[in-house]
């Protein structure tokens, strides 16, 4: 069982930055590949950025490419988000996510999700 708590969320100006972390429980952190999901007032949750369980490959959606980074700490048990360049449509709430197996772009995929954490964007 792992659980997980994300942080970092907030209210930033486009242009901005902020870094989301996801904390998470239990020994057995560094076996699970890790997502960020989002979702937006009125839409389906969509799929922001993934890394596997060493850190060594790492996913993104077109939309974020080349502005978010994902990235772990297994000593820490904590993975992060780091968010630049912002955009109102980056608004939403944002959900970490682990996978037993591996990481992938389908939420259905993956087994224990977070609360998820506000982000909102202003322009």
């Known amino acids: 069982q792992v659980q997980l708590v994300e942080s970092g969320g907030g209210l930033v100006q486009a242009g901005g930055s902020l870094r989301l972390s996801c904390a998470a429980s239990g020994r057995t952190f560094s076996r699970y590949d890790n997502g960020w999901f989002r979702q937006a007032p009125g839409k389906e949750r969509e799929f922001v950025a993934a890394?596997?369980?060493?850190?060594?490959?790492?996913y993104y959606a077109d939309s974020v490419k080349g502005r978010f980074t994902i990235s772990r700490d297994n000593a820490k048990n904590t993975v992060y988000l780091q968010m630049n360049s912002l955009k109102p449509e980056d608004t939403g709430v944002y959900y970490c996510?682990?996978?037993?197996?591996?990481?992938?772009?389908?939420?259905?995929?993956?087994?224990?999700w977070g609360q998820g954490t506000q982000v909102t964007v202003s322009s």
């Open positions: 890394i596997s369980t060493t850190g060594g490959s790492r």
């Open positions: 996510a682990a996978s037993k197996w591996h990481y992938s772009v389908d939420a259905k995929e993956y087994d224990y």
